[in-house]
């Protein structure tokens, strides 16, 4: 009988452990959703920015977009635009993005 209730606190303790793990995955997915929904929203934001854009599109018009737009080049900014400007966003820092600064971007990456 002693047998039997050690197995079944056991199993007690077991299930709790799992319904413990099972709910922080569940916060874990649901945090990953939420990021996910935002990354959609901001990529749909970027998407009718330039579809209501008359200009050809190129990399600098994402620029044009209300993240970027008329806000300074903040070391933030920097490290999500790093992969592509490579070296050149460290100089930038400081900078606020207006329309002729899109141009110049664009005008120098087509010398390049």
Do not use: C, P
């Not at 959703?33 to 970027?46: Q, Y």
């Not at 008329?70 to 999500?80: I, M, P, Q, V, W």
């Amino acid at each position: 009988d002693a047998t039997a209730v050690e197995d079944e606190n056991q199993t007690t303790t077991d299930l709790v452990e799992l319904t413990t793990r099972l709910n922080r995955k569940n916060r874990e997915l649901t945090r990953m959703i939420t990021l996910l929904e935002r990354t959609v929203g901001m990529l749909e934001e970027d998407r009718t920015g330039r579809e209501q854009s008359n200009d050809v599109a190129s990399k600098w018009d994402l620029l044009y977009s209300e993240r970027y737009f008329g806000k300074k080049f903040t070391s933030h900014l920097s490290e999500k635009l790093r992969k592509s400007w490579d070296t050149l966003s460290e100089k930038l820092v400081g900078v606020t993005i207006t329309k002729q600064f899109i141009e110049l971007m664009k005008a120098m990456d087509d010398e390049n």
